[in-house]
């Protein structure tokens, strides 16, 4: 999740299970950060550690990890239909042309975090994707060479090996590049919730039954490379 895992979610696993894991209604077992929400569930079941490749999905992650910091990824969850409507859909080829107009709407926007610093930021980060795609061909190509290697991960991901994992060493490697390219609102922690959302990871617990789902998908994936040699 976001933060790493909620905000470490924020509460102990459930006092049902050791593992971290909660059985929902349907029957099927997931991770315990789903709780009782449906939003999460959806999330969980359907986004969360799948890989992604399209660099408009990863460029929104980016940007709503920036947003999310200091609230719950639940409150940014349920915003994300305004912040795409807001944002024109994350098209950051749009976003780096925004002015002082479009600061001036977008803080007059109930439905998503109007929060000066980090409006400018999304820009100020859209104009850096641009740069990014210039270079590199995409922004997958940049961000998939800091999936870490299997010998960095632990050797089974239960409860007690991901509570540590707010942040990691290819996150903070992740984090330390897109600052040095000139990113803004975006930390080792930040870099390693991106990592879990976006499939560089599977941090879906064992017993989880999205797990197996995610390692086949991860397994299938064709990891990007750059499209024509870095300049």
Sequence with gaps: MSDSTEQRAGAEAPSETAAGLRR????RTRCWWCGEHEE???????EWGFPVDDDVRLFEKLVLEGFQSGLSWLTILRKRENFRAAFDDFDFERIARYGDADIARLLGD???VRH???IEATINNAQRACEMVDEWGSLAAFVWPYEPAASQRPERMDYDALMPLSQTDASRALAKDLKKRGWR???PTTAYAFMQAMGLVND???????RPEVEAARAAFTRPGPQD???
């Design 204 to 210: 879906h617990l064992e017993g989880c039954g999205v």
């Design 24 to 27: 929902g209604a349907d029957g």
């Design 116 to 118: 000066r610093g980090k």
């Design 229 to 231: 040699p870095p300049r």
């Design 40 to 46: 999460y569930t959806v999330y969980h079941d359907t």
């Design 185 to 187: 609102f975006f930390g």
């Design 110 to 112: 109930a439905g998503i």
